[in-house]
């Protein structure tokens, strides 16, 4: 038995948590492997709509074990939020959820300095979440940090006065008014009271070591799916950095953000959109700042299930498509959302960049800096609705010509079509 991998493909907000949802009962175990609260997988059914950010979308099968695994950072306060909404509409938490002892915190402070840099950063921000993430991975890769485990240890709190501490010395560099910080609708001296109160709640959580509780499974023939956040081109080490995540969000980052090895790796299901959205500041050569753009963010509903910031737009990428399947090694696409192309006569692909004069089909290095330009290929749409739709062979031929070029294009089968939120709306194909 092998850990299959589910993860995006592009800037994020693929939709990765109905997917996830959706193949949830064929499998034992959902890990999460990497990020923080700045995911937002959101899960639609029997008309009721969750946005996970920590725990993994399998919670939703009472037969599935959800892990968080080492990789990931978790923030007390927001996980505790997350378990008494599941737990207000029925869903068992509990029972289901194991959490890694060596998952790292985020602190209260470190959501300050994240306050503090991007305002520092002035119009250089990168957009980000506030959520703490950066901020605490470095802290893991200084060798700074504090994890799940050492909550139960008796120098705790010795240890967690002493970061905080350095991190608020730290803060006082960059003159920044922390009474006019609030997290969670939250003053900063409210959030750590709560925070604080938080960590009672993992009394009664299933603390595990996660690298010995997967490879046990594994031994035991139970499937496995590893649940990715944020997308390839947010990776901190390929994406387009520094408009990146502090994580590594591709099939490697399964590797030391659960404790398995690469020969372990099955399946790796790549997820994209239609089309192609971006939230926050950084390169995005195919972005439609018009009427089109508009008309994809108000017929998807653009706006991020975390920030609720208005995502960017724009038409389907394939230069940066094919270099995430390269990254990944993904062997089957999911395509999601292509009902929002219902009422488009025609779209658009990218297939090549413009760059200092030159036609490419790459990603340069300077593209965070000099953004290509996109050289197109425009395709027919199918200029009907989705809704009624229940298999391949129902499929309006425009789109069905679509699936073909994109898996000519990309060299991999398309796997599945999602044409709506609800966990119904989606064609196997």
């Keep these: 038995m092998k850990v299959d991998v589910l993860l995006g493909l592009q800037w994020g907000d693929e939709g990765k948590g109905k997917i996830v949802d959706v193949l949830t009962p064929e499998y034992k175990i959902i890990a999460r492997f990497q990020g923080g609260p700045n995911a937002g997988h959101t899960i639609e059914f029997d008309n009721k709509k969750f946005i996970l950010h920590t725990i993994p979308s399998g919670i939703f099968n009472p037969d599935t074990v959800n892990v968080v695994g080492n990789g990931v950072i ?142 046990e499974q594994l031994k035991a023939n139970h499937s496995i799916l590893a649940e990715g956040a944020q997308g390839t081109m947010l990776d901190i080490d390929f994406g387009t950095y520094p408009f990146v995540t502090s994580s590594n969000t591709v099939t490697a980052g399964v590797c030391t953000g659960l404790g398995i090895a690469p020969n372990k790796i099955g399946e790796v299901y790549g997820i994209f959109k239609a089309y192609c959205t971006r939230v926050g500041s950084g390169p995005f050569p195919t972005e439609l700042e018009n009427e089109e753009g508009q008309k994809l963010r108000d017929e998807g509903g653009e706006y991020g299930s975390t920030t609720g910031r208005p995502r960017r737009c724009g038409w389907i990428d394939l230069v940066a498509l094919k270099y995430a399947i390269m990254l990944n090694g993904v062997t089957k696409l999911i395509m999601t959302k292509a009902d929002v192309l219902n009422s488009f006569n025609e ?72 044409t709506g939120p609800d966990r119904k709306q989606i064609i196997e194909l």
């Design 347 to 418: 779209i658009k692909a990218a297939t090549a960049y413009r760059h200092h004069n030159n036609t490419i089909e790459y990603i340069p290095f300077d593209a965070s800096y000099e953004q290509p330009e996109p050289v197109y290929e425009a395709i027919k749409g199918w200029n009907t609705s989705l809704e009624n739709i229940s298999g391949r062979n129902n499929l309006p031929e425009a789109l069905s010509a679509y699936i073909n070029y994109l898996e000519k294009q990309t060299g991999v089968p398309v796997f599945m079509v999602s």
């Design 74 to 215: 978790i923030d007390p306060l927001i996980l505790n939020k997350e378990i008494e909404n599941l737990r207000s509409n029925h869903i068992q938490v509990t029972n289901n959820l194991r959490i890694s002892r060596k998952a790292h915190l985020i602190l209260p402070t470190h959501r300050l300095l994240d306050a503090a840099y991007e305002s520092h950063k002035g119009k250089g921000k990168i957009g980000s979440t506030l959520k703490g993430i950066g901020p605490t991975y470095t802290d893991k890769a200084a060798r700074n940090g504090i994890r799940i485990g050492d909550i139960f240890r008796s120098d705790f709190k010795e240890k967690l006065q002493t970061i905080k501490d350095q991190h608020l010395k730290l803060i006082s560099l960059y003159n920044f008014d922390i009474d006019s910080c609030r997290f969670e609708n939250l003053s900063f001296g409210d959030y750590e009271k709560q925070w604080l109160k938080s960590l009672e709640q993992f009394n009664e959580l299933d603390i595990i070591d996660s690298e010995y509780f997967i490879n």
